[in-house]
């Protein structure tokens, strides 16, 4: 069965921009289905779809009826895409069309392509992507019609999806899969971990613990993309804490999904330190007495070892709380490229009260394996990465 680009918008609003999309699609070769989700129910052209008209919207006030019409669209998206009849979607919209046509393209799997023109394109929009692969084009100029801007820019929008949807890349052996946590301070480490693993033929997913990418990680890891998740960066428990740059997680980040008994190794890297936004010439009078990494723009202050002992109780209940096979394994000699002895984050106190606390609530059946070595060594890498391949074979 050909695969059709699906155009969903708001029909009563935005018709000649999607009609313009339908167009420019369909001349290029590929089919489409258009799908109205205006509030008002009346489109400005017969569309093959009309969520409003498919449900009682009559009374409700403007966001419960934004709302229903949303949660409505994604039934019908993700019934058309069991039918195997989309490939693509593509959306055009402004403050409301872009909440919606984002809303409704997340319920799509990882590669399907997601495309929306957006007159918000500017703003903050990791809220709108979240974690999805969906990628996002600024209009520019506002949607009011067509004129010979939008023009341009629908049209390169219409070019873009459809090559996106022709894009494929099945070659190759399947191997088994490990998606692995990094971030900057530990470079090293996940390199030396990816290098194992890859001779040891295992594909290696790297997700950036940036607030976003341990999400990511973990939702995939929900869909079963994975045969094991090596959790090297926890960091973005400690930003989370403090509001530090790699923070903005949500509360299932390290939380297994019920039913997923995929193997998870968890490691503290970067669990040492909060890293924020200031330089040495803007720190902040209640860090001035902190142990602090300058890196750039950011820099890294040390956890106390209260702070420390806080965080393993975080840590600990997100851990008991899972099912799937669980270890957690410490490097004694530090945690970032600045925690080692003799560097400026190094605070022996702190990572025991870490540790020893953490050790002391988690539940009997998650182990905790301590070794001599610092993150960033090679031999550090040879035991996570061996440990790791065993939980996956059911070998400890």
């Given at each position: 069965?050909?695969k059709s680009?699906?155009?969903?918008?708001?029909?009563?609003?935005?018709?000649?921009?999607h009609l313009?999309?339908?167009?420019?699609i369909?001349?290029?070769?590929?089919?489409?289905?258009?799908?109205?989700?205006?509030?008002t129910?009346?489109?400005?052209?017969?569309?093959?779809f009309?969520?409003?008209?498919?449900?009682?919207?009559?009374?409700?006030?403007?966001?419960?009826?934004?709302?229903?019409?949303?949660e409505?669209?994604?039934?019908l998206?993700?019934?058309l895409?069991?039918?195997?009849?989309?490939?693509?979607?593509?959306?055009?919209?402004?403050?409301?069309?872009?909440?919606?046509?984002t809303?409704?393209?997340?319920?799509?799997?990882?590669g399907?392509?997601?495309?929306?023109?957006s007159?918000?394109?500017s703003?903050?929009?990791?809220?709108?992507?979240g974690?999805?692969?969906?990628?996002?084009?600024?209009?520019?100029?506002?949607?009011?019609?067509?004129?010979?801007?939008?023009?341009?820019?629908?049209?390169?929008?219409?070019?873009?999806?459809c090559?996106?949807?022709?894009a494929?890349?099945k070659?190759?052996?399947?191997?088994p899969?490990?998606?692995?946590?990094?971030?900057?301070?530990?470079?090293?480490?996940?390199?030396?971990?990816?290098?194992?693993l890859?001779?040891?033929?295992?594909?290696?997913?790297?997700?950036?613990a940036?607030g976003?990418?341990?999400?990511?990680?973990?939702?995939?890891?929900?869909?079963?993309?994975?045969?094991?998740?090596?959790?090297?960066?926890?960091h973005?428990l400690?930003?989370a804490?403090?509001?530090?740059?790699?923070?903005?997680?949500?509360?299932?980040r390290?939380?297994s999904?019920?039913?997923i008994n995929?193997?998870?190794l968890?490691?503290p890297g970067?669990?040492?330190?909060a890293?924020l936004?200031?330089d040495n010439?803007?720190?902040?009078?209640?860090?001035?007495?902190?142990?602090?990494?300058?890196?750039?723009?950011?820099?890294?202050?040390?956890l106390?070892?209260?702070?420390?002992?806080?965080?393993?109780?975080?840590?600990?209940?997100?851990?008991?709380?899972?099912?799937n096979?669980?270890?957690v394994?410490?490097?004694?000699?530090?945690?970032?490229?600045?925690?080692?002895?003799?560097?400026?984050?190094f605070?022996?106190?702190?990572?025991?009260a870490?540790?020893?606390?953490?050790?002391?609530?988690l539940?009997s059946?998650?182990?905790?394996?301590k070794v001599d070595?610092?993150?960033?060594?090679?031999?550090?890498?040879?035991?996570?990465?061996?440990?790791?391949?065993?939980?996956?074979?059911?070998?400890?």
């Amino acid at each position: 069965m050909k695969k059709s680009v699906a155009i969903v918008g708001t029909l009563d609003s935005k018709a000649e921009e999607h009609l313009f999309l339908k167009e420019v699609i369909e001349s290029k070769g590929h089919l489409t289905i258009t799908i109205d989700i205006g509030t008002t129910g009346l489109p400005k052209f017969s569309p093959d779809f009309s969520v409003s008209k498919s449900i009682n919207i009559k009374g409700m006030e403007r966001s419960s009826m934004v709302k229903a019409i949303i949660e409505k669209a994604k039934e019908l998206i993700l019934d058309l895409s069991h039918q195997g009849k989309i490939g693509a979607i593509i959306s055009v919209g402004g403050g409301t069309g872009t909440f919606m046509g984002t809303s409704i393209m997340k319920v799509l799997p990882l590669g399907v392509p997601k495309f929306m023109v957006s007159t918000v394109a500017s703003r903050d929009m990791s809220q709108t992507i979240g974690t999805k692969d969906i990628t996002i084009m600024h209009s520019v100029v506002d949607m009011l019609g067509l004129n010979s801007i939008s023009r341009i820019i629908l049209a390169r929008a219409a070019g873009a999806v459809c090559g996106m949807m022709l894009a494929d890349n099945k070659k190759g052996k399947k191997l088994p899969r490990i998606a692995l946590s990094l971030f900057g301070f530990i470079t090293q480490a996940a390199e030396n971990i990816k290098s194992i693993l890859e001779e040891k033929h295992f594909e290696v997913i790297p997700f950036h613990a940036n607030g976003t990418g341990g999400m990511a990680m973990d939702e995939m890891m929900g869909e079963s993309f994975f045969d094991g998740v090596l959790d090297l960066a926890t960091h973005e428990l400690v930003d989370a804490m403090f509001g530090g740059y790699c923070g903005g997680i949500g509360p299932q980040r390290m939380q297994s999904p019920e039913g997923i008994n995929i193997p998870r190794l968890v490691i503290p890297g970067g669990l040492d330190s909060a890293v924020l936004e200031f330089d040495n010439k803007s720190i902040p009078e209640k860090y001035k007495d902190r142990k602090i990494f300058f890196y750039d723009f950011r820099s890294a202050i040390r956890l106390t070892a209260d702070e420390s002992r806080f965080l393993a109780k975080t840590v600990a209940y997100k851990l008991n709380q899972s099912h799937n096979p669980i270890k957690v394994l410490i490097p004694l000699k530090g945690w970032s490229e600045a925690d080692r002895e003799g560097d400026v984050l190094f605070d022996a106190e702190s990572s025991s009260a870490f540790s020893n606390t953490l050790q002391k609530l988690l539940k009997s059946d998650i182990e905790v394996i301590k070794v001599d070595y610092h993150i960033n060594e090679r031999a550090f890498a040879d035991v996570a990465a061996d440990l790791m391949i065993k939980m996956i074979k059911g070998q400890c």
